[in-house]
């Protein structure tokens, strides 16, 4: 398996080369670009979330408890909590960010249908949902970014998954042909990847 650094590595040179070609065809400003960047970075290590022990899923944990405990402790202040109570509801958020993402371990499964092609293209159309409101050009070269860098993954992956013996016989290890796929073993799972892929696709077009 490919290591989070060689992900980082191949989202981010994904999403340069990438940015710079839609900078020169598409008219997206250097300004716009770290968003495009951002989005490579994103998607070239989305699929390592099923990892239980990832670094991308212990960094979207952090992330996740600083914006949404962040949010409470605004609100409370705002509306002149005490403090006792302030804690409280911080303690809550913490505890229910928590019991979510022991579901979503439970859920997922290592190299299961997050690492798939029809997942790099829900994760890319959901790009373009979010990026929507930038721009037709910038919500195109957001979901190209993270359609690419995705594949990226899946990819290396793969090829990590070849061995050279003698430095010059591949032999295939077992993990080789789990990564680079359009379904897994649970049916469930790979229903729901492409019944959300068909609705991110209704609802793109019916914005368009
Ligand atoms: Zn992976």
């Known amino acids: 398996m490919a290591g989070h650094k060689t992900h980082f590595?191949?989202?981010?040179?994904?999403?340069?080369?990438?940015?710079?070609?839609t900078s020169i065809v598409g008219g997206i400003p250097h300004a716009q670009q770290p968003l495009l960047l951002a989005c490579g970075m994103a998607a070239g290590l989305?699929?390592?979330?099923?990892?239980?022990t990832s670094k991308p899923l212990a960094i979207?944990?952090?992330?996740?408890?600083?914006?949404?405990?962040?949010?409470?402790?605004?609100?409370?202040?705002?509306r002149g909590l005490p403090m006792p109570e302030i804690a409280a509801r911080s303690g809550l958020a913490m505890?229910?960010?928590?019991?979510?993402?022991?579901?979503?371990?439970?859920?997922?499964?290592?190299?299961?249908?997050?690492?798939?092609?029809?997942?790099?293209?829900?994760?890319?159309?959901?790009?373009?949902?979010?990026?929507?409101?930038?721009?037709?050009?910038?919500?195109l070269a957001a979901g190209l970014v993270a359609l690419m860098a995705g594949l990226?993954?899946?990819?290396?992956?793969?090829?990590?998954?070849?061995?050279?013996?003698?430095g010059l016989i591949p032999r295939l290890k077992s993990t080789f042909g789990t990564a680079f796929k359009f379904?897994?073993?649970?049916?469930?799972a790979t229903t729901a990847?492409?019944?959300?892929?068909?609705?991110l696709l209704w609802m793109h077009f019916y914005r368009s």
């Open 60 to 78: 979207l944990k952090s992330i996740v408890g600083v914006l949404v405990v962040g949010a409470v402790v605004a609100d409370s202040v705002r």
């Open 152 to 166: 990226s993954h899946l990819l290396l992956d793969e090829l990590w998954a070849i061995d050279f013996q003698s």
């Open 95 to 139: 505890g229910l960010i928590a019991l979510m993402f022991v579901i979503f371990t439970r859920l997922t499964v290592h190299r299961g249908i997050m690492h798939s092609v029809p997942f790099v293209a829900l994760w890319a159309l959901l790009t373009m949902q979010i990026t929507y409101s930038l721009g037709r050009n910038l919500t």
């Open 46 to 52: 989305a699929p390592d979330l099923d990892s239980d």
């Open 183 to 188: 379904w897994s073993s649970s049916f469930v």
């Open 193 to 199: 990847c492409y019944a959300g892929l068909a609705a």
């Open 9 to 21: 590595a191949a989202g981010v040179a994904t999403a340069a080369l990438l940015a710079g070609t």
